[in-house]
């Protein structure tokens, strides 16, 4: 199963445990990775990457079209021509919303 989660082992930016010299209780066992904590990392999301373009004319939208006029046996047709080039992305926008992180590693609802 996919997911956009952090593929990097033994880093969790929420984990609730600031100390990284956890004693070993049996001598067998290994720790498998350090515990890092960030004292200001939050669990929610607040800010994305935006889907949409500006245009040269300052129009904001996810796709642009223009349309050409093609000529086919002696016939014009109008088609819907997309364009694809002097294009802005809008960039970062912030959430009304906050969302939850999704590599938040605690359960949140039990049914």
Known sequence: MGGSGSKSKGF???SGSGS???PIRDGNQQPMAKVRSFPTA???????????YFDEDGDLAHEFYEEAIVTKNGRKKAKLKRIQKN???QGIIK???PCIHVDFPVVLCEA
């Open 12 to 14: 969790w930016p929420f």
């Open 87 to 89: 294009l802005t992305p």
């Open 95 to 97: 959430l009304e919303i």
């Open 42 to 52: 939050t669990p929610f999301v607040l800010t994305r990457k935006s889907s949409m």
């Open 20 to 22: 990284t010299d956890d």
